[in-house]
């Protein structure tokens, strides 16, 4: 046996390509590909990895926006499910047919020609369009086109290779000036305030957790100190980049207790993987009392 | 113009000497064969960085042999550094994209294949096309060159943002001298891609033998030709894009920097830029790029199924139209990769709209080529798995794309593992898979040998459950919030992830192991393979009139005149059951 | 007769080595004046690992003060008049990553001598010296690897970094002379071994600058040397 194939491999004759094992090579086909589809809608619709208990599924929504991302999601969820469902079988079914049908079998046409898929395709995805695009623009409103509340409260944060810091503006209510310049992290001095000659920089609280208070809407001024960074909360179902030399902002309202991770999800440097802070939500008069507490360790 | 442009075609006499026939050729065929090499080199290499990825990411302490030889300061010990994993994942991104996602379906099918299927003797101008491949050869020499210096490759990825790109080392170690020579091999890259659309979009109009109406050209060649339409504007975007970013770092500019930032304790003297720019500007080329890796395996695989199928698809003309609609809609869609970018977020609704309507051509040529085998007789090769390999996987990568085209479910998915899970379907596999059809079909007549197509099949099998296994977990993770990009899995979230990323990290070497199957069946059919005749697979176009391999000039001195448009099959005629392109004889009924 | 001759001989082989070696000490205690800034807390909640190494509060470190207000972390050393030495010991000195601390906070080590880079904790950290007279470089340290071992061949005082956990913060102090002493618990410093000679003891604190006072030794004497620095209050 020297390597060499039969030169009937790609003749007619050939029992794979054109003879009686085509049929079966058809079959397997869309067997596997049956199985591979199937297979990969259980974790879907299980929301976990197969025989285990880790957890797929997006964590509780604990904002008041996220319900129509939610939404929003499964019914894309559904209608792509369904498609690529339908598409994979139908595949699959197609290629097993056609692999038994004879070589002196007439060719058939798929009823409607090419008419009907150009027609099916404006309609199905056409409408999928229009109402996801209709009920996506609502959601995306909810979050972007709405304004913070005048009350909503103030925190500023800073992103800088590789951690997140927090300023409340304390007692005064004013934010002191942040000087770049004056920025000495090893003296815990990250926003590079100068409290020796800025007097309403003296009683500003700077943190290395985002403590807020339940159920109060919250205004977070987002700042880069060095390269682009991403401030992501899943459970509030908030992403948004921090652009160096842009002041962007964030607004939301988080509806439950609890303790949640804040990761970087902009690629920033060595220490992306590790860049993360804890969102904290308190009651009020939790709150309360860990602002005072921040404040006398200023 | 349907005649064709007999003194545009620069004749050259055949090469005599080895540099010649085989260095620095002008024959469209070598440079192919070399874009393919290339791709090979690369596609190698950016596979081997993957597993070491995936290694390092399940097993995260754990020393890998021999892996401080090649870098003492990214692997201590052989155990990864967190900067040499980002090194290595950019270093992935950027050649698998670059070198041979742009390579191989485009660069090297379409060089060897676009003049003969139109039946010209050699590209408009074979010195360009050279120059097109041995500027693409330096492109890849000054990006491994990254590898060795002192401070290591770039970490920002293949995307690299600024500021982080932008400001020098001061932002990490490998953001020194590494990504300079990045940004001058993607340069130099761009330089040859131009020259080559240049050269594939003048042929394809001016080189067309008597016959071959536009209509008439084969739709691997159609795609090629859109590609270079897509690649032409595309590049031109790019390279001015690196060259800004270069000065930035060695000159002092500030185009993507503002002023006032603070990066390891030193203020940078930089004022007045915006990183928003480069974002703007890569993804302005970064989009049609991925349309110039999707068409042309669009294109090969189209021509293997009809000539598998034995019927032409249910509309040719619809086929190319939605080829030229997803080319057209690629260049309006680039803000879908920035949602959350702190762009105006009006302008994010006005991106997500032509990101959705992209999807109706591509749904258009899925249902026709699925309607297309009903009713067909399919013939089960290695070429033809492949290529419904991709039709499945098309679907799988298509249909994850509807997501993320949707920006308020992009809050949520955006740098996550779905996007990576999207892109590799449509890229990573399903532009591959056009790949490894096109090889499998057209090996014989490149080489004039059979391949092993037992072996052939065993690699689809393998690698189509393979790649399953892989990325489609990725979508999974995504819909958990597994982000993207981490070089370790630290975060209170992620840690319980960590077994499915155990599984696919053995999926991905399982993979890649099955790929030897292929080198394998390359290497070994290339020489001891079977003696390949003309037509081995009653294929209809031009390249099939030809021996295997193909003379030097192609159609020996004669240009041939064509009769039929390129996919006459179920007819009767004096062949069998089809009619070569070139053929006199009117079908039967 | 005899006796008393080999009395002065044993006497001036006895002085002898100490006037070739040196036996002359300056000592003494570096103080401050006034209120220096509090200490602020350092929030390590983002990397829990070594969150949870600290029972007590940790504080930024700038400032180190002790009873009776002396200063810690204080570096003391004989900037000028020192013998020349052109060797550098062959010892070792140790700079440890601890609980995503820097131990201790203020290294001094000779110019050309090995420094050694351990990471005890379950984290990667990225050592970072800001170096502006000697190499800047920095060096990712993923944990159980073995120690980084480098030097410096240039005296100067280099604010050291983690790239990756920002409140991490210590000094090298590299130095020309091996006669230096960093201030302890009860701000004391000593500087044993000087030959005879006019010396410039240096002090040097990070966030308060140098002092510098001129000091003779004539023979085996221990000269009190202290410094006073005056508080920031910020």
New interface residues.
Partial sequence: M??????A??L?ENP???GK??GR??RL?AI??TV?ALA?AV??ITHH?FW?D??????EDISTHGH??DD??SD??V??GL??LA??I??GL??W???E???T??????PG??R???I???V???T??LA??VL??K??AN???KPAAPDALQIQTQA?????YFRYPGADGKFGTPH??K?D????N?F?LD??NDVESRDDIV???LAIPVDREVHLMMH?????H?F?V?EL??????????D?SVHFTATKVGKY?I????????????????LNVLSQADFDAWMKQKAS?? | MSETSVSAVQHHAPPTSFIRKHVFSLDHKVIGKQYYALALVAVFIGMVLSWLMRIHLVWPNVPIPGLSLLSKSGAPGGVMTPEYYLSLLTMHGTLMVFFVLTNAPFAAFGNYFLPIQIGAEDMAFPRFNMMSFWITFVAFCILIAAFFVPDGPPISGWTAYATLSAVGSDSGPGEGLGQTLWALSIFVFCIASLLGALNFIATTLDLRTKGMTLSRMPICTWAWFITSCIALLAFAVLMPACLLLILDRVAGTSFFIPAGLVISDHLQPHSGGSPLLWQHLFWFFGHPEVYIAILPAMGIVSHILINSMRRPLLSHKVIIYCMMGIGFLSYMVWGHHMFVSGMNPFSSLVFSFPTLMITIPATIMTLIWLGSIYGSKLRITAASLFALGFLSMFVSGGVSGFFLAQPSIDIYLHATYFVVGHFHMVMGVAAIFGVFAGTYFWFPKMTGHMMNDSLGRLHFWLTFIGTYCIFMPFHYLGLAGNVRRYSAFVDDFLVPLIPVHRFITFAALFTGAAQLIFLYNLIQSRFRGAPAPANPWECTSLEWTMPSPPPFDNFGGKHPVVYHDPYQYGVKSSTGDYLMQDSPEEAGA | MRTKQLFIVASALMVSPALLFGAGTISGKVTYTGTPAKQKAIDMSKEPSCAKQHTTPVTTETVVTGPNNVLENVVVYISAGAPDESTAPTQAVTFTQKGCQYLPHVLAMRTGQELKVVNDDQTSHNIHPLAKVNREWNKSQPPGTPPLSEKFDKEEFISVKCNVHPWMHGFFAVLKTSHYSVSGENGGFSLPNLPPGKYTVTAWQEDYGTQTQDVTITGNETKTVDFSFKAKPY
Avoid at chain 1, 2 to 7: E, K, T, V, W, Y
Avoid at chain 1, 224 to 228: A, I, L, R, T
């Fill in positions: 020297d390597g060499r194939i039969s030169p491999v790609f007619p794979v390509s054109s094992m085509r090579m058809g086909f596997v590909v591979i990969s974790p879907i990895w285990s880790i957890s797929f599924a997006p964590p129509a991302i929003q999601l894309t969820m209608e792509a498609s690529f598409a994979q139908l595949l197609f290629v047919k056609s692999a049908r004879k070589s079998d007439a060719i058939k046409t798929f020609g090419a009907i898929m150009v099916a395709a404006l199905l995805v056409g999928e369009i996801l695009g996506g623009q959601a995306w979050v972007y086109f800088g290779q590789f951690a997140f770049p310049d920025i992290e090893g003296n815990s990250f590079g409290p020796a943190t290395g957790e880069s100190k060095d390269v682009g991403s992501y899943r179902r908030i992403q948004q980049d921090f652009v160096p030399g842009l962007l991770e990761v970087c999800t902009q690629l920033c440097g060595l220490g992306h993987y590790n860049m993360k802070a804890y360790e200023q």
